[in-house]
């Protein structure tokens, strides 16, 4: 199947800081990835989908001057969790279309302290 | 809203048991069906997929079973193991490359030895 990467899979930033999560199709090119977040033992919420070349489209409710996504090539996506504090601690986790099917990266665990 | 429903939270198997996940889903728009699997840390991982058109698919020993006319689908785990203690979510979407999944809530499998 095809790979998505994510890095890195785990950062500890401090309260006030900015921490960028990178996702890259490695064997494919991916015109539209999705940013997704996972709280423990729960089921994955859809934060945004990042179309290449264009702006993301976040879900209700998902602030977007908080969760900067960029989308400048067909093969990167990143996504600036801005001002973190401990409340946007989560797992956070990529994920692109290979044709239909959906690939996930391996997940960020963001921690603020 | 929730669109898609999965059931059971959590199921404990004997090994060489047989695991079944059942999932609803309401929007009758969606015409692809992917169950992933997740340990703990790490990002989702297709599994086995199914479209409309058939009513039941199989790869080695994971089972979807697709039932259109109520909506419902479910994965069944023959000869359970061990290694196969993780979260099982289903997820549903338009069969489409630009279109994000919808999750279940997931199940815990524990396969006891």
């Known amino acids: 199947g095809a790979v998505v990467s994510q890095h890195p899979s785990r950062v500890i930033c401090k309260s006030g800081t900015s921490v960028k999560i990178e996702c890259r199709s490695l064997?494919?090119?991916?015109?539209?990835m999705f940013w997704y977040r996972q709280f423990p033992k729960q089921s994955l919420m859809l934060m945004a989908t990042?179309?290449?070349?264009?702006?993301?489209?976040?879900e209700q409710g998902v602030e977007k001057d908080k969760f900067l996504i960029n989308h400048a090539s067909l093969t990167l996506s990143t996504l600036t969790v801005t001002s973190a504090h401990p409340e946007d601690s989560s797992f956070y986790i990529c994920?692109?279309?290979?044709?239909?099917?959906?690939?996930f990266g391996q997940g960020t665990r963001l921690t603020v302290v | 809203q929730q669109q898609v429903k999965q059931s059971p939270q959590s199921l404990i198997v004997q090994k060489g048991g047989i695991s079944i996940i059942n999932c609803a889903y309401e929007n009758t728009a969606f015409d692809y069906f992917p169950w992933y699997q997740q340990f703990p840390g790490k990002g989702p991982a297709l599994l086995i997929a199914i479209r409309p058109d058939v009513s039941e698919k199989k790869e080695g020993r994971f089972t979807i079973s697709f039932n259109k006319s109520a909506k419902q689908f479910s994965l069944h785990i023959m000869d359970s193991q061990p290694g196969d203690s993780a979260t099982y979510f289903c997820?549903?979407?338009?069969?489409?490359?630009?279109?994000?999944?919808?999750f279940g809530k997931g199940t815990t499998l524990s396969v006891s030895s």
């Open positions: 994920s692109a279309k290979h044709y239909t099917e959906a690939f």
């Open positions: 997820a549903a979407s338009k069969d489409q490359a630009g279109t994000a999944l919808i």
């Open positions: 990042s179309n290449e070349g264009s702006k993301a489209t976040y």
């Open positions: 064997d494919f090119q991916a015109t539209t």
